[in-house]
Structures are given as C-alpha cells and as structure tokens.
Nanobody
Framework: QVQLVESGGGLVQAGGSLRLSCAAS????????MGWFRQAPGKEREFVIR???????????DSVDSARGRFAIYIDIAKNTVSLQMNSLKPEDTGVYYC?????????????????WGQGTQVTVSS
C-alpha cells in the first residue's frame, strides 16, 4: 500500500523559509515523478513543482514561474523522502501543500497524471 506523508508546514512571515518533507512508503521515490501541488482557500489544487530522478544526485525539475528561483526539490534516496525547500515566501504561497507521485518520466503537470497523494500540510505566509 502506497503512502505519502507530508510534514513541515506552519506559519511564517513573508520573506521567510519553510522546508516541507514527504515520506514515501510502498513506492521508491527515484522511480516516480515526484511533485508538489498547492490548494489555496477557495481555489483548485494547482501544480507547483515536479522532479524526476535521473541519476546520482541528478534530477530534472519543472516548476511554475512563480516558484522558479525560490522553490527547490531535494530527493533523498536513502530515506525515500522528497523535500520542498521554499524561500522568499509570499502571502500568495499560502495553501495546503500536497505531495504526489506520477509514473516515471510522465512529465506532466496535470493532477490526473498523479496516481498517489499525501494528505497535505498547511502553509500560511503572513504579510
């Protein structure tokens, strides 16, 4: 049974940083596209960033423009976890962040392409 468990959310001031973690069981993170989505209050869940393991400490990353240069994914093969480092946070980054897994190299941003989801962790950025 696949489980993705997020942690690390919280309240932070604008300009601050947070690191979210996604612990995976029942799948190996290096054999899936691992992504993060965000759902702001009253809005649909949207793609933020995705990484695909391609070799030792190498992975291809795709992200939305608003995350580029501020957000980064780190894949820890030994711990089978995926982390999302978020820097220079803005109030518009507020939402519930979900970890998700899609078949390897599917290369999609679409929600329906991701087969497994975590329960989400709340991130609130105050102005």
């Amino acid at each position: 049974q696949v489980q993705l468990v997020e942690s690390g959310g919280g309240l932070v001031q604008a300009g601050g940083s947070l690191r979210l973690s996604c612990a995976a069981s029942g799948l190996t993170v290096s054999t899936y596209d691992m992504g993060w989505f965000r759902q702001a209050p009253g809005k649909e869940r949207e793609f933020v960033i995705r990484s695909t393991w391609t070799g030792v400490n190498l992975y291809h990353t795709d992200s939305v423009d608003s995350a580029r240069g501020r957000f980064a994914i780190y894949i820890d093969i030994a711990k089978n976890t995926v982390s999302l480092q978020m820097n220079s946070l803005k109030p518009e980054d507020t939402g519930v962040y979900y970890c998700a897994a899609a078949p390897y190299r599917r290369g999609s941003r679409a929600r329906e392409s991701f087969d497994y989801w975590g329960q989400g962790t709340q991130v609130t950025v105050s102005s």
